[in-house]
């Protein structure tokens, strides 16, 4: 039963245009989400998160939105850039006693072209 | 600040033997979390360890198993390997299990190949 959701194994953005990475989740106990980029041959990297109590955080080029009623959350990156070209995972936790596990959706790999 | 440690990068084993990996925290983290990814299932939760003590267990046999020392340093062990053990293995850590702020920092993996 897998709890994230990543639709899309790949997507295909132009140079300066908009990304948008999309993710589901199931579980109504996760209350905070992550999203990490990893590029080959390298450990995921933190990009950017929400707290379920919020419903957009923005860092530079970087937005999430989360939709609690739908379960749903996306990334936005505004202007994409060649060097965001990597696989993006969208990840969640739930408050736990003493633990702190992530689950992670499949990956969505984003392909800018310049 | 030097990142998260694993070592070796590259191992290739045959199906029936064991391995050990190595992870080695940021100074100062005291949460070890080793994830599992392959190309169908993503990452995948294995354990969790702080201050020695294994706190979660993911759904994996108990083929695998963990360690963490006094030091934060941490281990983690697969037995009696088979092919599908093929993946990169990933090891996370944090300040405090509460590090949500933060999230976690990834070291760059362990790709085993079992063959």
């Known amino acids: 039963d897998q709890q994230v959701k990543q639709n899309s194994p790949s997507l295909s953005v132009q140079e300066g245009r908009i990304s948008i990475l999309n993710c589901d989740y199931t579980?109504?106990?996760?209350?905070?989400f992550l999203w990490y980029k990893k590029y080959p041959a390298e450990g995921p990297t933190f990009l950017i998160s929400?707290?379920?109590?919020?419903d957009k955080n923005e860092d530079g080029r970087f937005t999430v939105f989360l939709n609690k009623s739908a379960k749903h959350l996306s990334l936005h990156i505004v202007p994409s850039q060649p060097g965001d070209s990597a696989v993006y995972f969208c990840?969640?936790?739930?408050?736990?006693?003493?633990?702190?596990?992530?689950?992670f959706g499949k990956g969505t790999k984003l392909s800018v072209i310049p | 600040k030097a990142g998260v440690t694993q070592t070796p990068r590259y191992l290739i084993k045959t199906r029936g033997q064991q391995v050990t990996l190595s992870c080695s925290p940021i100074?100062?983290?005291?949460?070890v979390s080793w994830y599992q990814q392959t190309p169908g299932q993503g990452l995948q939760f294995l354990f969790e360890?702080?201050?020695?003590?294994?706190?979660n267990k993911g759904n994996f046999p108990g083929r695998f198993s963990g360690r963490q020392f006094s030091n934060s340093r941490s281990e983690m062990n697969v037995s009696t390997l088979e092919l599908g053990d093929s993946a990169l293995y990933l090891c996370?850590?944090?300040?405090?299990?509460?590090?949500?702020?933060?999230?976690?920092?990834f070291g760059s993996g362990t790709r085993l190949t079992v063959v």
């Open positions: 996370a850590s944090s300040l405090t299990l509460s590090g949500q702020s933060y999230g976690y920092t």
């Open positions: 579980n109504s106990m996760f209350d905070y």
């Open positions: 929400i707290s379920s109590i919020k």
């Open positions: 990840a969640a936790s739930a408050p736990g006693a003493g633990s702190y596990q992530l689950t």
């Open positions: 100074s100062g983290h005291r949460s």
């Open positions: 360890y702080f201050s020695e003590t294994q706190r």
